[in-house]
């Protein structure tokens, strides 16, 4: 009989305790939470004897000093999964810990180097790899090709929710932050399918109060393009697509994956469907439990190197919140090059809105456009999607006045103050300063502002990224891309 007990009594922790209980031979005997009510509630609610159901501030080391309990599910918020799964380590419990595993990789392979020391089992419970999809999805690679990019997203629109529950995902700690609690799931897809060590290509993202609450993050493998996107404050289909020479695979519902689409270069189709045997918990359970059995110290689907590289990634992905003063350098570039040969007048302003207007179409909303004749206010070109409302043009006229106070794009100011280590100021008050989406335009051997373009509608900087794409296309030149997009 494997004895379980469990570190921390929140509404993940109750999910895993009916899980546990189709498994044969494994048991839960233990819990520890800090609230006495709490503790008393497990007894009656799972037959957990009063003894072992710990409670107040020795909880977790008692229930780790019980000699009954054989294997931990640490189910505490994240900043606690180090402290105490080394403690458990040390304590001789096997540890299945909820994902992220750690903070950082640093972390993570501090964890991986005891668990072999102690040889004591230790797994993230990076529950989509374990359900019966998984195992079919990889079956079918050999159908798609040779891989060239994946996308996994994963956004939710749950921020006044947290907000109101006063969730620690939101509390401005060291575990808090959609990239730790959604972007995990997406980075065990890209680890588990792409080789070799991520490079940051390209960050986007948003704040509350200095938290990340959106993140969009494309990277590069070995010669694969991946994409990372997650979020509490949007909701979207959450998917992974797995794109190939000969082919692509669409599995739905990444983090609770049961359903999958294989699609052909000829155009046929293949539905894979794989319900869960009991629940989507069940086969990390079930899993774990085999490797306890087995004597085993660390599990095939996900070995401790897996769990390494997926914090690896993350910490990869939260260097680009790192705005440096390269970033104001490639916008100074940009500036440089996107300068019109001779002259800029209504028939390149015509040619330069319309480029915007069809370009926008790759992003996932409308936008508004205007030129503006700086040398006397002449409006050239204006244009709004149908979703747009009159107040969008309020937000058009404060990035152009941005614009003509600083010479720059409007997205200067915003490097500025993160470079300066003032990105709380933007991030906590983000209307007190304008946003990107205004761009000067100049013409070759002069640095007057001739005109100014502005799109405003996209978010996280992307419409900063959108006129620089319509500049490039119009010009026939190429620039250096920001890296780093965040507001």
């Known amino acids: 009989m494997i004895r379980f007990g469990i570190l921390g009594a929140g509404n993940i922790a109750h999910r895993f305790a009916a899980s546990l209980a189709f498994e044969e031979d494994a048991k839960l005997v233990a819990i520890s939470c800090r609230s006495a009510e709490k503790a008393a509630a497990w007894v009656s609610d799972y037959g957990i004897s009063a003894n072992q159901a710990y409670a107040g501030d020795n909880a977790h080391e008692d229930l780790l000093s019980d000699p009954e309990v054989d294997a931990i599910y640490l189910a505490l918020p994240h900043q606690l999964h180090y402290q105490w799964t080394l403690a458990a380590l040390r304590a001789g419990k096997a540890v299945l810990c909820e994902k992220p595993a750690m903070l ?14 102690q040889s004591v089992l230790f797994m993230e419970a990076m529950k989509p790899r374990f359900v019966a999809l998984y195992q079919q999805v990889i079956d079918a690679m050999s159908e798609i090709g040779k891989i060239v990019r994946i996308d996994a997203t994963l956004c939710n629109d749950m921020l006044g929710y947290a907000q109101g529950k006063d969730s620690y995902h939101l509390h401005g700690g060291p575990g808090a932050g959609v990239l730790l609690d959604c972007g995990i799931y997406c980075a065990s897809w890209l680890e588990d399918f792409c080789p070799g060590i991520p490079r ?10 200095g938290v990340d609450t959106y993140v969009d993050a494309t990277l590069e493998y070995g010669g694969i393009e991946a994409r990372l996107e997650c979020a509490f404050d949007r909701a979207k289909p959450r998917t992974a697509t797995i794109v190939g020479t000969k082919g692509s695979i669409l599995v739905e519902e990444l983090h609770r994956p049961q359903r999958a689409i294989v699609t052909l270069a000829d155009g046929s189709e293949r539905i894979i469907d794989a319900p869960y045997e009991h629940d989507d918990f069940y086969g990390e359970v079930h899993h774990f439990c085999e490797l306890l059995r087995a004597g085993a110290t660390e599990s095939p689907i996900m070995p401790l190197k897996d769990s390494l590289h997926c914090a690896l990634l993350l910490d990869t992905i939260r260097e680009g919140f790192h705005i440096t003063r390269g970033a104001l350098d490639t916008l100074a570039e940009q500036e440089r090059i996107l300068r019109y040969p001779e002259r800029f007048g209504a028939e390149e302003a015509l040619a330069l809105g319309n480029r915007v207007a069809t370009l926008f179409h790759e992003y996932d909303r409308g936008v508004t456009v205007k030129i503006t004749r700086e040398s006397d206010g002449m409006q050239l070109f204006a244009w ?5 409302a009159p107040r969008n043009y309020g937000f ?8 003509l106070e600083s010479g720059h794009a409007s997205i ?22 304008p946003v990107a989406g205004a761009f000067p335009i100049r013409v070759m051997g002069s640095d007057e502002i001739v005109a100014t373009i502005v799109v405003s509608g996209l978010h996280e900087g992307l419409d900063h990224e959108l006129v620089v794409r ?7 030149v190429h620039v250096p891309a920001l890296k780093f997009i965040i507001s």
């Open 104 to 117: 950082t990789a640093q972390e993570m392979a501090e964890v991986a180097d005891v668990a072999r020391e």
């Open 200 to 209: 940051l290509d390209r960050i986007c993202g948003a704040f509350t109060d």
């Open 384 to 388: 709004s999607n149908d979703d747009k």
């Open 396 to 403: 058009v006229e404060g990035k152009r006045a941005a614009a």
């Open 412 to 433: 200067w100011r915003q490097l500025e103050l993160s470079i300066a280590g003032h990105s709380d100021e933007l991030f906590s008050t983000p209307d007190a300063f």
């Open 470 to 476: 319509a500049l490039e296309t119009e010009l026939g």
